[in-house]
């Protein structure tokens, strides 16, 4: 028979070694809460704490960081949010979690275009969102986004979700320059020339290219690199397809952004800046350059080498709180045409 | 002695209060967001969104119930009544799938049929069909998940109805048989009819399972009311609107709850528990012995072991073995210590409710006891949603009597110790203790009680000496389907855990999220190992011996 008395004492000792595993010091530290993978990005908290001594402690999730940084409130343990793109940025400068960086050091580094006038938040790195087209079947180098609703691509175009946050912010920038009337009727001629229902991930639409399905995918630049230069099983499928840079009608391609804020509560805000400073340094831009093909926002650090063999990239200028502003009606508009149906 | 008597059942009455008010806190918040105006997103969501959403979510449901079913109550039954070669090894193996996560049985399925994937080369390879692709069936479709759902869920089915399968008394069957009745109307007028009851508990499991389930879904491309949540409250940033939509799905849960009361309706679960003697099996030879075989293997095949040998495949060719990443013990040692928190705490509540309602089957235990079941009807991520509010608002009361004694205590406790998420493991699961324990109860006919009071027994003593003993397969039944379901969850782990802490399936997600799930293989087999040997004892202790005639 089950026997209470040992499960209460066995719970008793569970929850006490759980809360000495969890439990931390509070000098010399930083916490961050990051939407970033923590694969990803723990070579450069490693780096970060090896330079300064200052120790990182990280909660990774893939959404509702910020609802849990406002109930967290004044007791938030977090230091800096570090997110994906520009939509979780707006998120949390709109759930008001966070602060501004007083940072000489950010404001000289990173251009004016890539960090929040008000200082709200700071890019530390850029990806555009590109076509990787097949090698075979398409012959023309340039094209538009506005091109891809043409008919001539009817039945050719494979894409993840209408409403994943990639395209969610693709679609807003589009919003943003067209208007909601013209990216309505855009949305509706890329769905009629789908070859198949939205889904998967970036990945898969390169796939789909090599496999014949259809003759372009939509996709971020890293993941094409990554294939390439990272994962023999699926090299084949970015071989398959070579990454063209689109533009919109007046030029610019459109790139998201990942961010760094500082938390409104932050327990340690001077190790905060610190880090925060620290991901814009050198070193740090030249590994998110290297370990994820990924633009760096700090001129003057090289980009890989795989990443320039895409074409110079020309960002699209328009504000990155303008395509924030869009973002609902972009979702809105995803499922008044009912784009993944 | 009179005094001790009604102590336990007034004991178990103040629990089962309590657990009811812990499961409603977050419901209760989740309402209150709700009940914040999201008008500018409604207009969207009942024109756009809830109509695909409500379709897809029916069809997914019903479809993956006639699955689970099918194959479910038909493997139970052939194994049951039926003695064949291999049927021995086949009876720790049926129940295996409930060891793999659908989001897992969805990454491994996609990636086998996929365009260029290893069916499509192999077919290549052996069939020159240049042109295979087109005849390959599409796992991103709704087919596609309710297989992939279905095959990995069935035990839930399985096991409920082999339980009553293999108890339920053999002398109506038998009277069935001298009346001229063959195998087949047995099974369809006798004891299909008879296991209604097993079978309406195992079908809401697999269909509260399928709402609540978002990896699968959305890997898959189908866009079911909990991926509109999702987005609608991150694409949209309304996370009123979101709230809204998961009171809507509470009311679809509320439906489910009521037509498994249905199914249930008229229950003489009575039969099973009184039967004194059981249903010896048939005898199976030749064909029909290998036929026997095969409607058993091929569900364990494709819910269990092709998933396991992809994963194993990917984990040796990617060499996760060789370069094994010691943090994967720290994770392991995590969704162990939260599954095993969570599960103990739940049992001890649900037994409270049971016994509550069991005692006095009046309104007020009934609620408090469905109110127990509550939690189910929620995605994990609504959960911690939900929980943030009350978890916090006890994290700063406890950090403030703190700060005014003096005492050192960490900021947020009740976060940071990690406990936020065996909280909302317990509400999020405690609909599979209570739900197996009251079907436990049910079995044990209201004679017994009636008999133990005439000779003077107080609750207490029926508890010791009566129910705890008849409890016990349910209990352990219980107890093994909890655990296995927390260390596969997710989203609530990824939300609520505190610093530096991963559990496996948060580290396989952080692979998936990156499109290499496959990197996370030896992770997602530490979860498939951790889980085999709870549902093989599960297996042992359910199994009634009786030899063949």
């Given at each position: 028979m089950i026997n209470l008395?040992?499960l ?334 | 002695?009179?005094?001790?008597a009604a102590?336990a059942g007034?004991a178990a009455t103040?629990i089962a209060?309590?657990t ?48 689970t079913l099918?194959?479910g109550a038909g493997t139970a039954w052939v194994i049951s009544r039926h003695d064949?070669?291999?049927r021995g090894?086949l009876l720790w193996?049926m129940p295996?799938?409930l ?55 069935y035990p839930y089915v399985y096991l409920s109805a082999r339980a009553t399968f293999q108890v339920q008394s053999a002398e109506f069957a038998e009277a069935a048989t001298t009346l001229?009745a063959?195998r087949w109307t047995v099974f369809w007028r006798v004891s299909l009819p008879m296991a209604r009851p097993a079978l309406a508990v195992g079908v809401a499991l697999v269909a509260l ?47 489910l709850i009521a037509m498994e009361r249905y199914g249930r309706r008229n229950a003489n679960a009575e039969f099973s528990a009184e039967s004194p003697h059981v249903r010896q099996r048939t ?13 058993c ?46 599960t103990?705490?739940a049992l001890m509540l649900a037994l409270a409710t049971t016994i509550a309602h069991r005692f006095r089957p009046d309104p007020?235990r009934y609620?408090a006891m469905s109110?127990a079941q509550?939690?189910y ?52 699961f405690l609909a599979v203790p209570v739900g197996m324990i009251k079907a436990g109860f049910d079995s044990i006919p209201r004679d017994y009680d009636e008999s133990a009071r005439t000779v003077g027994a107080g609750q207490a003593v029926m508890l010791r000496q009566i129910y705890l003993p008849l409890l016990r397969p349910a209990m352990l039944g219980a107890v093994i389907i909890m655990f ?50 709870p549902v093989v004892w599960l297996t042992r202790f359910s199994e009634v011996p009786s030899g063949p005639a």
């Amino acid at each position: 028979m089950i026997n209470l008395r040992v499960l209460a004492a066995s719970a008793a000792v569970l929850s006490l070694t759980l809360s000495f595993a969890s439990k931390a010091a509070a000098n010399g530290e930083v916490n961050v809460y990051t939407y970033r993978e923590t694969k990803l990005i723990q070579p450069l908290f490693d780096a970060f704490s090896k330079d300064t001594g200052i120790k990182v402690n990280v909660v990774s999730a893939s959404s509702g960081l910020e609802q849990r940084m406002k109930a967290e409130g004044a007791n938030s343990p977090a230091d800096v949010l570090l997110t994906v793109d520009i939509g979780r940025i707006d998120e949390a400068v709109q759930a008001g979690v966070t602060q501004p960086i007083k940072s000489e050091v950010v404001d000289k580094v990173v251009p004016a275009q890539y960090r929040d006038p008000d200082g709200y938040w700071a890019g530390i790195s850029m990806r555009a969102r590109v076509i990787y087209a097949s090698k075979d079947r398409v012959k023309q180098d340039k094209i538009t986004y506005e091109e891809l609703a043409d008919p001539k691509w009817k039945g050719k175009i494979c894409i993840r979700s209408g409403q994943h946050i990639y395209n969610n912010a693709l679609f807003a920038a589009y919003t943003a320059k067209h208007g909601e009337a013209k990216a309505e009727e855009w949305l509706r001629g890329v769905k009629a020339n789908l070859a198949q229902k939205p889904s998967g991930g970036d990945r898969e639409a390169a796939r789909d290219v090599a496999a014949g399905k259809c003759d372009i995918g939509i996709g971020n630049t890293y993941y094409w690199a990554l294939m390439m230069n990272n994962d023999p099983e699926k090299k084949p499928w970015a071989e398959a397809t070579r990454v063209i840079l689109p533009t919109f009608e007046g030029g610019g391609t459109h790139v998201n952004l990942s961010g760094v804020l500082l938390a409104k509560h932050a327990p340690n805000k001077a190790n905060g800046i610190k880090l925060i400073e620290w991901l814009v340094s050198e070193q740090a831009q030249q590994m998110y350059a290297d370990q994820n093909y990924e633009y760096p926002v700090r001129s003057g650090v090289p980009i890989d080498s795989t990443i320039a063999g895409y074409g110079k990239l020309a960002p699209d200028p328009l504000p990155i709180a303008k395509i924030a502003a869009n973002r609902k009606a972009a979702a809105s508009l995803v499922d008044k045409v009912g784009f993944d149906n | 002695m009179r005094g001790r008597a009604a102590h336990a059942g007034r004991a178990a009455t103040a629990i089962a209060i309590a657990t009811a008010i812990l499961v409603a806190a977050p419901v209760i918040s989740i309402v209150s967001l709700a009940l914040q105006p999201a008008t500018d997103v409604w207009h969207d969501l009942i024109n756009y969104v809830l109509p695909a959403a409500l379709l897809d979510t029916a069809l997914l449901l019903v479809g993956v119930g006639a699955l689970t079913l099918l194959v479910g109550a038909g493997t139970a039954w052939v194994i049951s009544r039926h003695d064949f070669p291999g049927r021995g090894m086949l009876l720790w193996l049926m129940p295996l799938p409930l060891a793999i996560p659908t989001y897992l049985a969805a990454y491994v399925y996609a990636d086998l049929f996929e365009p260029l994937g290893l069916v499509h080369r192999t077919l290549a390879i052996w069939l020159p069909l240049r042109d295979a692709l087109g005849h390959l069936p599409n796992l991103r479709s709704l087919p596609g998940a309710i297989f992939v759902i279905g095959l990995v869920l069935y035990p839930y089915v399985y096991l409920s109805a082999r339980a009553t399968f293999q108890v339920q008394s053999a002398e109506f069957a038998e009277a069935a048989t001298t009346l001229g009745a063959g195998r087949w109307t047995v099974f369809w007028r006798v004891s299909l009819p008879m296991a209604r009851p097993a079978l309406a508990v195992g079908v809401a499991l697999v269909a509260l399972e399928t709402l609540n389930d978002i990896g699968a879904s959305e890997y898959l491309g189908i866009r079911t009311l909990t991926v509109s949540i999702f987005t609608t409250w991150l694409n949209r940033g309304s996370l009123a609107g979101a709230a809204q939509l998961a009171c809507l799905m509470l009311a679809i849960v509320a439906g489910l709850i009521a037509m498994e009361r249905y199914g249930r309706r008229n229950a003489n679960a009575e039969f099973s528990a009184e039967s004194p003697h059981v249903r010896q099996r048939t005898p199976l030879s030749g064909a029909r012995a290998w036929i026997a075989f095969a409607v058993c293997a091929l569900p364990v095949l494709i819910g269990f072991v092709v998933p396991l040998f992809y994963l194993a495949h990917q984990a040796l060719g990617r060499g996760l073995l060789a370069n094994f990443d010691p943090l994967l013990w720290r994770h392991t040692f995590h969704s162990f210590a939260y599954a095993a928190l969570a599960t103990l705490m739940a049992l001890m509540l649900a037994l409270a409710t049971t016994i509550a309602h069991r005692f006095r089957p009046d309104p007020l235990r009934y609620l408090a006891m469905s109110t127990a079941q509550a939690g189910y009807a929620l995605p994990g991520l609504v959960i911690a949603l939900g929980l943030l509010t009350p978890v916090l608002a006890v994290d700063s009361a406890l950090s403030a009597v703190a700060t005014w004694t003096g005492l050192s205590l960490p900021g947020l406790i009740l976060v940071g110790s990690g406990t936020a998420v065996v909280i909302a493991y317990t509400i999020r699961f405690l609909a599979v203790p209570v739900g197996m324990i009251k079907a436990g109860f049910d079995s044990i006919p209201r004679d017994y009680d009636e008999s133990a009071r005439t000779v003077g027994a107080g609750q207490a003593v029926m508890l010791r000496q009566i129910y705890l003993p008849l409890l016990r397969p349910a209990m352990l039944g219980a107890v093994i389907i909890m655990f296995v379901d927390c260390l596969k969850e997710l989203p609530a782990t990824l939300l609520l855990r505190p610093l530096n802490v991963e559990t496996l399936s948060t580290s396989i997600y952080q692979f998936a999220s990156r499109g290499n799930f496959e990197d996370g293989a030896l992770a997602a087999l530490l979860i498939i190992a951790a889980s085999i040997g709870p549902v093989v004892w599960l297996t042992r202790f359910s199994e009634v011996p009786s030899g063949p005639a």
